[in-house]
T-cell receptor
Framework: QKEVEQNSGPLSVPEGAIASLNCTYS??????FFWYRQYSGKSPELIMF????GDKEDGRFTAQLNKASQYVSLLIRDSQPSDSATYLC????????????FGKGITLSVRP | SAVISQKPSRDICQRGTSLTIQCQVD?????MFWYRQQPGQSLTLIAT?????????ESGFVIDKFPISRPNLTFSTLTVSNMSPEDSSIYLC????????????FGPGTRLTVL
C-alpha cells in the first residue's frame, strides 16, 4: 500500500510569516511530486511540482524534495490571508500506468 | 493547463436513481480520470477512463456501480448507479495532457447529494 502522509493540522501562521507544509511518502521509487491548493468548496489547483532533489522556487512558493529521506515540503513565504486553504501533497510512482496518490491534506490559516 | 468543465455542477437525487456526470476538455488529452472526494477527506481515484476501451477501476470500485465512457480524447462520462446516501460526495474529473508532462489538472467538480 503506497502511502502519502501529511502533518496533522490545522496550521495557523500570522500574515507575512513563512508557512512550512510537510509530506512523507512510502514508495521509494516515486518519481514526481505535486502540491495542490484547494479552497473550500472548490476543486484542487496545481501550484507546484518537483521531480529532482533540491529546491524549486516559483514566486512565494518553494518546493523541496529529498528522495533519500522520502520527504517533500512546500514553503510559502510572506504568507497572505488569501493563502488560507487546504494543501494536498500528491506523489506519482514509477511505470507508464502509475497513478497519483494523495495525502489527506493540511489546512492552512493565515491570520491577518 | 486545459480548460475542463463538468455538468452538472451539483445535484440532489433520490435513493435508487442514477446520475450521469459529464466532463468536457477544451483540447485533446491523453489521460482522463475520475475521483471522489467525500466531505473533509482527500481524493480517492475511482477509475482511469480509457478512450475506446473499458475503464480501469481501482480497488473497491466496480463497473456496475460506476460505469464510465470515453468516446473520444476530449469527453468522458461517469454514471453513479443505484445511488444511496453513502454516494453523497464531490466527483471530480481530471486530465493529463500527455504522460510526458505528468501534471494532472482537475475540473470544477460535481457535488452530489443523495437523499
Amino acid at each position: 500500500q503506497k502511502e502519502v502522509e501529511q502533518n496533522s493540522g490545522p496550521l495557523s501562521v500570522p500574515e507575512g510569516a513563512i508557512a512550512s507544509l510537510n509530506c512523507t511518502y512510502s514508495d521509494r521509487g516515486s518519481q514526481s511530486f505535486f502540491w495542490y491548493r484547494q479552497y473550500s468548496g472548490k476543486s484542487p489547483e496545481l501550484i507546484m511540482f518537483i521531480y529532482s532533489n533540491g529546491d524549486k522556487e516559483d514566486g512565494r512558493f518553494t518546493a523541496q524534495l529529498n528522495k533519500a529521506s522520502q520527504y517533500v515540503s512546500l514553503l510559502i513565504r510572506d504568507s497572505q490571508p488569501s493563502d488560507s486553504a487546504t494543501y494536498l501533497c500528491a506523489v506519482r510512482g514509477t511505470g507508464a500506468n502509475s497513478k497519483l496518490t494523495f495525502g489527506k491534506g493540511i489546512t492552512l490559516s493565515v491570520r491577518p | 493547463s486545459a480548460v475542463i468543465s463538468q455538468k452538472p455542477s451539483r445535484d440532489i437525487c433520490q435513493r435508487g436513481t442514477s446520475l450521469t456526470i459529464q466532463c468536457q476538455v477544451d483540447s485533446q488529452v491523453t489521460m482522463m480520470f475520475w475521483y471522489r472526494q467525500q466531505p473533509g477527506q482527500s481524493l480517492t481515484l475511482i477509475a482511469t477512463a480509457n478512450q475506446g476501451s473499458e475503464a480501469t477501476y481501482e480497488s473497491g470500485f466496480v463497473i456496475d456501480k460506476f460505469p464510465i465512457s470515453r468516446p473520444n480524447l476530449t469527453f468522458s462520462t461517469l454514471t453513479v448507479s443505484n445511488m444511496s446516501p453513502e454516494d453523497s460526495s464531490i466527483y471530480l474529473c481530471s486530465v493529463e495532457r500527455d504522460r510526458a508532462y505528468n501534471e494532472q489538472f482537475f475540473g470544477p467538480g460535481t457535488r452530489l447529494t443523495v437523499l
